[in-house]
């Protein structure tokens, strides 16, 4: 099947401390999406990415479509306690509305 | 902004029993919507995507006679589980779109604890 495997698993960081986490994906696909889930909530979407190549920012945070189009990856800057969730990418195609996700990378921010 | 509202937010049954979980667009239709599963800390799988006046078209490995799909209004797909075992307890998710080249609303799932 095809594989979307995030790195790293978990994170463990300092409030403050920027934040780099990557997806890559067997195969390639037109549509990288990362979304944000805290407990017990549904994912939220936090940057869409529709273009190879393509940089986009939200905020503090940064995402990139890779060139391949097999990856992509997330950034935070100076990271906050709300920041504290799983974050999952996510892609699909053209036309087809249906989202594989990603492993996951959870994030824990040490006081 | 588009919300997508799902209900109940947590239930609790027991083995054999069948639970009903409502998805709701609430500020746009949505002809199709999506229905995930997520076992404690793994990732979203989907399950099936609803379609509206049409049958659900279902993931390899998904049964379609114990997770009944209805999408019999374009604001309004539920998902049963039907003769629930404790193996079917999960966090289960449902998302819609508002158009074609829009991006997926996530509802804030269902907690199902089958005991």
């Known amino acids: 099947g095809q594989q979307l495997n995030q790195s790293p698993q978990s994170m463990f960081i300092q409030e403050g401390e920027d934040v780099s986490m990557n997806c890559t994906s067997s195969s390639i696909f037109n549509t990288w999406l990362w979304y944000k889930q805290d407990p017990g909530e549904g994912p939220v979407l936090l940057i869409a990415l529709y273009k190879a190549g393509e940089l986009t920012s939200n905020g503090r945070l940064t995402a990139q479509f890779g060139i391949t189009r097999k990856d992509s990856f997330l950034n935070i800057s100076a990271s906050i306690p709300s920041d504290v969730g799983i974050y999952f990418c996510a892609r699909s195609n053209f036309g087809n509305e249906k989202l594989t996700f990603g492993t996951g990378t959870r994030l824990t921010i040490i006081p | 902004g588009a919300v997508v509202s799902q209900h109940p937010s947590r239930v609790i049954c027991k083995s054999g029993t069948s639970v009903k979980i409502e998805c709701r667009s609430l500020?746009?239709?949505?002809?199709?919507m999506f229905w995930y599963r997520q076992f404690p800390k793994q990732s979203l799988m989907l399950m099936a995507t609803?379609?509206?006046?049409?049958?659900?078209?279902?993931e390899q490995g998904v049964e379609k006679d114990k997770f009944l799909i209805n999408h019999a209004s374009l604001t309004l797909s539920t998902l049963t589980v039907t003769s629930a075992h404790p193996e079917d307890s999960s966090f289960y998710i449902c998302?819609?779109?508002?158009?074609?080249?829009?991006?997926?609303?996530f509802g804030n799932g269902t907690r199902l604890t089958v005991t």
């Open positions: 500020d746009f239709q949505a002809t199709t």
């Open positions: 609803s379609n509206e006046g049409s049958k659900a078209t279902y």
């Open positions: 998302s819609a779109r508002q158009g074609t080249n829009s991006p997926l609303h």
